[in-house]
């Protein structure tokens, strides 16, 4: 493990379900799409993406929902804890809710996403970077 490559744990709020991503930060947002939203019953949510290869559960094993025809979201099945987000068109990748990490003070996101989504009385500071859509 060296020092830009450290190991990340987290898991759901009852600890049923653990993960380990054991591998680069390739980047980290909030996001305000509608789906997130839903899915969190939260204004928007911060995501850190992963590559898939270092990403592991170590304990439990979480339920799999299909939230769109390009993605799916697992989350505890006892507690409901969002974990995490991957699309189809991106099998390399997982994206993981920050908050969900042990030390989530450690992913500092870089930009909003989805901000044409975002609810009106949520303000975003203008420190960061905002993309209409998917930057990718």
């Known amino acids: 493990m060296t020092r830009d490559n450290p190991e990340r744990l987290g898991g759901c709020l009852c600890g049923a379900v653990r993960y380990c991503a054991d591998g680069p930060l390739l980047y980290a947002t909030h996001c305000h799409c509608t789906l997130c939203r839903r899915a969190s019953g ?3 949510v911060s995501w850190a993406t992963f590559p898939t290869d270092g990403f592991h ?3 439990g094993e979480p339920t799999c929902y299909a939230s769109s025809p390009v993605a799916q979201r697992r989350f505890c099945p006892t507690c409901g804890t969002h974990l995490t987000f991957q ?5 390399r990748e997982i994206d993981v809710t920050i908050a ?3 030390q ?3 992913v500092v996101p870089t930009n909003h ?3 044409r989504s975002r609810l009106p009385w949520v303000h975003i500071d203008g420190h960061l970077p905002c993309f209409e859509g998917d930057p990718l």
């Open 87 to 91: 699309r189809r068109d991106h099998p």
């Open 57 to 59: 559960f170590i304990q």
């Open 104 to 106: 989530p003070e450690q």
């Open 113 to 115: 996403t989805w901000v």
């Open 42 to 44: 939260a204004p928007l």
């Open 100 to 102: 969900s990490l042990d």
